[in-house]
């Protein structure tokens, strides 16, 4: 070992002593570990978290931290990075509230290192962790649970989910599960601008570090205050198991990963404990260019006995539309004027009800008022909220509070993430065949079960076409990014629907004159439930929207417009699915013109992983009037 | 090279003392660990919805594991003699809706925490809920003072008087 490396160690670990017995025995651990080949064991790389390159071959650890390792040559090599660490398993030094003795401090691989190298307690001391003991006995695991916020609509940062693992203790039960730990991987950042967030934490600018939290703080964070469904998924795992995952989330306390938004996110390094804690387990290797929550939440519940049970966790907002669907429209105004301090918690109209419809009434007001003020509409004080607990206290009957349906399909068990479309069409008299591949997530049209109904998020859609009699497949669309959130209002839920939109599209100047262009719109709208409609089945929609296009074709280079949107987003039936919309875009500045559109596309569901899309468009562009229809196979993969 | 190690060592050195500013958990004045701080004020208004996007990112809600001791936690969990506190503490809204109707997780959980017997927790419940004028007199209590006062409620009660000091 190089000289100066000691002196690290030596600055890290005093003291460090090293006597020449021990020197004889470490050799002799060194020749069985070479002899064994340990170093290219996976149990060793998972838990250096060796990965390979994604663009060439061999492998590096993904941990950026130095501390991590033992050898300088650690993040790449490691035999050398397991002959170091048995070097510093020798150490003597004394547990301290800031330091630990290298046997505590990587206790996961000494523990490994132990049970394949038969250490001889004689020659090679154990040392007392009794840090890493307090922890683990508070922390009495029992069960290790995968947990999923699904989306969180109208948020387009949280419409991926998200996912922690939660550490369940002795004696909790569903009940008292507030009590147990969750174990994030989360960026480590105060940054409050989420587009800054979100392109630094595409290029890994932020540090990540493994966290532990109250589940208590979670729940609130994610269900109250986010409103995110919460899907539970127990695991399988053997106490064994779980002390293998424990003693690798210790080691890996804080030891920074740089955070990457698409792939090294909190569901990648979250797989990676459970491929430490269940050798055999290849959860992360699918996940080499992007990891999206939903999917490895997918690859978790995919391994053959690995969920043992899944609990659904309603968010605060799904409970209030559950007590609305229970109520009559008198009694939720009702509800609705008490949160909103328009009737008050004395008021004759509450008192002439029977004593369990007003604790209804009063629960619903509460929970809608807490609602608010989460979303920034503080119109209810924390005073008349209290007032409303008070009158509810009062009332001699049991909680009102509504079981929520489990949703039928969980978030592992709908479409897959990818989407691959051929399809034929023809347009203005020209027939074609097409390409479409959307290697993520969803849109409106496509079947919702699993996701967030009304939250339409694609990455780099693109499609290629060939019209008959040319020669060659053209590029039809590119398009980076493109999301939509449709949200319909109601008395109670008030948000705003928008979209925005970003990439290249052929533009039609005129028949022989159709390029790709530049284009970024966006818009904000309404929507509401048509009437008599319920959760999203059946949605009508107005946007205005506005679009800038580039390119040089144009006059001055651009031409930028805005005009409304209308549209009916409705469910004919569980697989058939269609939304009618028309358009129609002034491009005042730059090149002027006109566009208008009117658009029905239909979607039918073969099964879960296939679909039929029909789409009939008229559309002008400039002067000309053209029609068109399609018909393509999806298939989700 | 040296540098490197330098920064590594302060880095090291370094890092439980971050922990411990973001928490906003330091050890108050009176040595205790600062419950009733700013870790759970009421969040509310558009700033925690932005935040909510980096859900990752939430700074001030990191425990760092093997980070050595903080105001109220030992390398990540909540020291036992601030268990119930911190937890009262951050949960003292929803714990006032389930004592409103004497049930709920909230309520059941901190049954569990202050080791209430399973054939007492019926009572218990009931009493919460009762009492709640008492417990929460008003909309702006300090956690200490729903101690206080859920104590006073348990020693007025035959049953219920074992659990005193429990909390």
């Known amino acids: 070992m190089p000289g100066r490396w000691i002196l690290l160690f030596i600055l890290l670990w005093q003291p460090l002593a090293v006597s020449a017995a021990d020197n004889i025995y470490l050799k002799e651990l060194v020749e069985q570990a070479r002899q064994k080949n340990l170093a290219q064991r996976p149990e060793w790389l998972n838990l250096l978290h060796y990965k390979p390159y994604p663009y060439r071959p061999g492998m590096r650890s993904l941990a950026d931290d130095p501390a991590f390792f033992n050898s300088p040559h650690g993040k790449t090599d490691a035999a050398a990075e397991l002959e170091s660490t048995l070097a510093v398993f020798f150490s003597t030094a004394e547990e301290t509230d800031k330091t630990q003795n290298p046997q505590c401090r990587f206790i996961a691989r000494y523990h490994w290192l132990k049970k394949e190298l038969h250490f001889d307690p004689a020659r090679l001391r154990e040392q007392s962790c009794k840090r890493f003991d307090q922890w683990h006995a508070a922390l009495d695991p029992y069960q290790i649970t995968l947990v999923f916020p699904a989306a969180y609509l109208n948020n387009p940062a949280s419409m991926y989910g998200h996912t922690l693992l939660r550490i369940d203790g002795k004696g909790q039960d569903e009940r008292t599960r507030l009590l147990a730990y969750s174990i994030s991987y989360a960026a480590n950042t105060d940054e409050t601008s989420g587009l800054v967030f979100a392109v630094r934490g595409l290029f890994g600018g932020y540090p990540g570090l493994f966290a532990i939290t109250p589940y208590y703080i979670k729940v609130r964070e994610y269900t109250d205050i986010e409103n995110r469904d919460v899907w539970e998924y127990q695991l399988t795992l053997t106490p064994r198991e779980i002390d293998r995952l424990l003693m690798h989330v210790w080691e890996l306390g804080p030891i920074r990963f740089d955070y990457y938004f698409f792939d090294e996110n909190c569901a990648y390094h979250l797989l990676s404990l459970l491929e430490v804690a269940r050798p055999g387990l290849e959860l992360t290797d699918r996940f080499r260019w992007w990891a999206i929550p939903s999917d490895t939440v997918r690859a978790v519940a995919e391994q053959p006995g690995l969920v043992k049970r899944v609990v659904y966790r309603p968010a605060t907002a799904t409970i209030i539309r559950r007590r609305l669907a229970d109520m009559d429209d008198r009694q939720s105004g009702l509800s609705r004027g008490l949160a909103e301090r328009k009737v008050s918690s004395t008021d004759d109209r509450l008192h002439g009800l029977p004593v369990a419809e007003q604790a209804r009434v009063l629960e619903l007001a509460y929970d809608y008022a807490t609602y608010r003020s989460a979303s920034g509409r503080d119109t209810t004080t924390t005073a008349q909220m209290h007032e409303l607990l008070l009158a509810r206290s009062r009332l001699e009957v049991p909680p009102q509070r509504p079981e929520v349906p489990v949703p039928v399909v969980r978030p592992d068990e709908g479409h897959k993430t990818s989407r691959l479309a051929l399809g034929v069409g023809s347009r203005g008299g020209r027939r074609f065949e097409e390409i479409n591949l959307r290697p993520t997530y969803h849109d409106l049209m496509d079947d919702d079960g699993g996701y967030t109904r009304g939250a339409q998020i694609e990455f780099f859609n693109m499609k290629w076409r060939h019209y008959r009699g040319d020669d060659s497949l053209h590029l039809e669309e590119f398009t980076p990014l493109n999301i939509v959130s449709l949200s319909p209002r109601d008395d109670f839920f008030t948000p705003v629907s928008w979209k925005v939109n970003v990439g290249w599209t052929r533009k039609h100047f005129s028949d022989n004159d159709e390029p790709l262009i530049f284009r970024a719109g966006g818009g904000s709208g309404l929507a509401f439930n048509m009437p008599g409609s319920h959760e999203g089945n059946s949605v009508y929609y107005g946007f205005l929207e506005a679009e800038l296009d580039a390119g040089k074709q144009f006059d001055r280079n651009y031409a930028m417009g805005m005009g409304p949107a209308l549209g009916w987003l409705t469910n004919i039936s569980d697989r058939w699915r269609i939304n009618l919309y028309a358009r129609s875009l002034r491009y005042g500045l730059g090149d002027a013109h006109n566009a208008r559109e009117l658009t029905l596309e239909q979607r039918y569901s073969l099964n879960r992983q296939s679909a039929l899309h029909l789409g009939l468009h008229r559309k002008q562009e400039f002067q000309d009037y053209r029609n068109a229809a399609e018909i393509s196979l999806q298939y989700y993969y | ?167």
């Open chain 2, 1 to 167: 090279m040296l540098n490197k190690k330098l920064i590594v060592v302060a880095l090291v050195m370094a890092f439980p003392v971050g922990v411990m500013a973001a928490g906003a958990a330091a050890p108050d004045a009176s040595g205790g660990c600062g419950v009733g701080s700013k870790l759970f004020e009421n969040q509310r208004g558009v700033a925690p919805q932005v935040l909510a996007m980096t859900t990752n990112g939430m700074l001030g809600q990191i425990f760092a594991v093997s980070s050595g001791t903080s105001g109220c936690s030992q390398d990540g969990v909540v020291k036992s003699n601030w268990k119930t506190s911190m937890f009262i503490d951050g949960n003292k809204t929803k714990l006032a809706r389930d004592m409103s109707t004497g049930s709920g997780e909230t309520l059941e959980s901190l049954a569990k925490l202050i080791g209430i017997q399973d054939q007492h927790k019926a009572a218990f419940f009931q009493a919460t809920k009762d009492n709640f004028s008492r417990i929460f007199a008003s909309d702006n209590l300090t956690t200490d003072q729903v101690v206080a006062s859920l104590k006073q409620v348990l020693a007025a009660d035959s049953v219920l008087a074992q659990y005193t000091q429990s909390i």
